[in-house]
Nanobody, 124 residues
Framework: VQLQASGGGLVQAGGSLRLSCAAS????????MGWFRQAPGKERAFVAG?????????YYADSAEGRFTISRDNAKNTVYLQMNSLKLEDTAIYFC?????????????????WGQGTQVTVSS
């Protein structure tokens, strides 16, 4: 399984970015996809996750609820993270990850596959 994250960049506070995670290597019907982020000097933290087989099965961290939206495009095998109303504290490297099963986990070591990360920098 290969995950390719993209879409990061520099944005002003209050702005928006959309991250993409292109997945390849197998059928993803029984996968959970997650987005994590790691700010300098901090632990990697869960941001959002969805079940590939049930798009209604979505979970957000409190920090993302109401501002971020996770979605998927089956035809493109791609998961997106739309980030609106960005704050300075959203600055981090964002990683996409995948794990077998249908249960969304917020725990990073429960994910089996990881993308390379994409930098998001929010400026004032």
């Amino acid at each position: 399984v290969q995950l390719q994250a993209s879409g990061g960049g520099l944005v002003q506070a209050g702005g928006s970015l959309r991250l993409s995670c292109a997945a390849s290597g197998r059928t993803f019907s029984d996968f959970v996809m997650g987005w994590f982020r790691q700010a300098p000097g901090k632990e990697r933290a869960f941001v959002a996750g969805l079940s590939w087989s049930d798009s209604r099965n979505i979970y957000y961290a409190d920090s993302a609820e109401g501002r971020f939206t996770i979605s998927r495009d089956n035809a493109k095998n791609t998961v997106y993270l739309q980030m609106n109303s960005l704050k300075l504290e959203d600055t981090a490297i964002y990683f996409c990850a995948a794990r077998d099963g249908v249960t969304i986990s917020t725990v990073q070591w429960e994910y089996d596959y990881w993308g390379q990360g994409t930098q998001v920098t929010v400026s004032s």
